[in-house]
């Protein structure tokens, strides 16, 4: 009897990736032979920080706001070729994402899903909020004094392979690592228990490898004349074909740009990878520094040599916390010295604050002359030659307490349309909440008693 190969294929690699990227995958999967999954991966500290914000303004929000963009194109086809589902785009509020695919389907004339969630991320039902805020951050900050948001556990496979025990058509969850979107297919498939560390510790880097989309087939690899991907545009993204042993391909839709290789593939490997030797996830700690690529064909690389080693006995709780409000504002100079009519204008900002009692930190940086790479500082480029005929951004931006600080700032830099250097335009500025965020470590037996799957119904 042949072993059997489990498919899996990512739409996205973050919140707001391509929405059309999964329709080529999804014809890709139709015809193959045996279990087939497609994924999207569309969750980060910041956007689970964004949700949980929404589901506190309205109990019915906190899921993905693009679930509909990623699901209208291939709902049908997935239905029709019994291709499962299974995305983070629950974020804070994974059943009310439920709900939203259910009047979706209903809306499409699809018959109803069967769709499941895993609950239990969210420690704050069930932890004291208190220890929670005095526990010791990753970071080695403080989180004395500020108010709790959310506090959402990285769960592993093995929660999302007991999502799929209920046979659900789509599982949608909120934090897991992004990793376990992939591991828990192939637990619940292949069977492989908790002692198979090998194993786990492949699942964990195909899925560290299909996690972040077209990552891993050219587009982010991509740089002009130094590393060419054929067209770009049409980019292609990821689908793994996975064996029982562990071994696996990825590879991508037939007919897509981009490329898969050797190059992209170690890119991708390394991406956030802090010890490759000791990859750590809820379910395995993997070892890569063995691993072995190879070319399987035009577009293939297959992966073997993974190692796996204990898990950890902690899992790691990303913190949210309120972060005040945060201002950006810009306007542009161009034209005859126009470098020193965007450094004057940023300066009679600053000094404008200083004087109405802010004493808080400005970032100034001006864009064409310095910005990111310089820290915002004017005096290091004192001397470097500068077009003195070119075109120049300032932009201002700090973070703090109240919103009406934050306001100024914008109202000060949009003042000087009239009150400030000649020529000024463009302006441009916002005012958005903010929050922080910080990861601790609990241990595993705290929160394993509160994860379980729960079949969200249609009616």
């Known amino acids: 009897m042949m072993d059997k190969t489990v498919y899996i294929a990512n739409g996205a690699g973050f ?57 209208r194109p291939i709902l049908a086809d997935a239905q029709k070729h019994q291709i499962k589902i299974i995305s983070n785009m629950g974020a804070a509020n994974p059943a009310a994402a439920a709900r939203h695919v259910h009047k979706l389907a209903k809306e499409m004339g699809l018959a109803p899903f069967k769709i499941a969630i895993l609950k239990g991320d969210d420690v704050t039902p069930y932890l004291d909020r208190q220890a929670i805020m005095e526990a010791k951050t990753m970071e080695g900050t403080s989180l004395a004094g500020r108010t709790l948001s959310a506090a959402n556990a990285y769960l592993g496979g093995d ?165 005040g409000y945060m201002a950006e504002a810009e306007m542009s100079y161009a034209g005859l010295n126009a470098f020193k009519r965007a450094r004057l204008a940023g300066e009679v900002v600053l000094k404008r604050m200083r004087a109405k009692g802010h004493n808080g930190d400005i970032r100034m940086d001006i864009l064409g002359a310095y910005s990111v790479l310089d820290g915002g500082k004017a005096e290091r480029i004192e001397g470097k030659n500068l077009p003195f005929d070119s075109d120049y951004r300032v932009r201002l931006a700090l973070v703090c307490g109240d919103r009406q600080t934050a306001q100024l700032l914008c109202d000060e830099l949009g003042h000087l349309y009239c009150s400030g250097p000649a020529g000024g335009g463009g302006y441009r500025a916002s005012v958005t909440e903010q929050m922080a965020s910080a990861s601790i470590l609990l241990d595993r037996e705290l929160i394993a008693p509160h994860i379980q799957a729960e079949v969200i119904s249609h009616d």
């Not at 042993?245 to 802090?274: N, P, S």
């Open 15 to 71: 919140s707001g990736d391509r929405f059309d990227a999964a329709v080529p995958l999804v014809a890709r999967l139709a015809s193959c032979s045996g279990p087939r999954y497609l994924m999207f991966e569309v969750l980060a500290e910041r956007t689970i920080a964004i949700a949980q914000i929404a589901k506190e303004k309205d109990p019915a929000s906190g899921y993905s706001p693009y679930l509909e963009n990623y699901l």
């Open 159 to 323: 929660a999302v392979a007991e999502v799929l025990k209920t046979g659900a058509d789509i599982v949608l969850v909120g934090r897991t690592t992004d990793s376990a979107l992939v591991l828990g297919p192939l637990i619940h498939e292949f069977g492989w228990s908790e002692s198979e560390l090998d194993k786990l510790a492949a699942g964990t880097i195909c899925g560290h490898l299909l996690e972040c989309g077209a990552q891993v087939t050219g587009a982010y690899f991509a740089d002009p004349d130094f590393k060419d991907v054929p067209d770009l545009a049409e980019v292609g993204f990821p689908l793994a074909e996975v064996q029982s042993d562990g071994q696996f391909v990825i590879t991508k839709a037939e007919g897509t740009g981009g490329c898969v290789t050797k190059a992209t593939v170690t890119e991708q490997l390394l991406y956030e990878m802090h010890d490759p030797s000791c990859y750590l996830v809820p379910d395995v700690s993997a070892d890569v520094s063995a691993m072995r690529l190879s070319e399987d064909g035009p577009d293939r690389i297959a992966v073997s040599g993974i190692k796996g080693h204990k898990r950890p006995d902690k899992l790691k709780v990303t913190v949210c916390i309120d972060g």
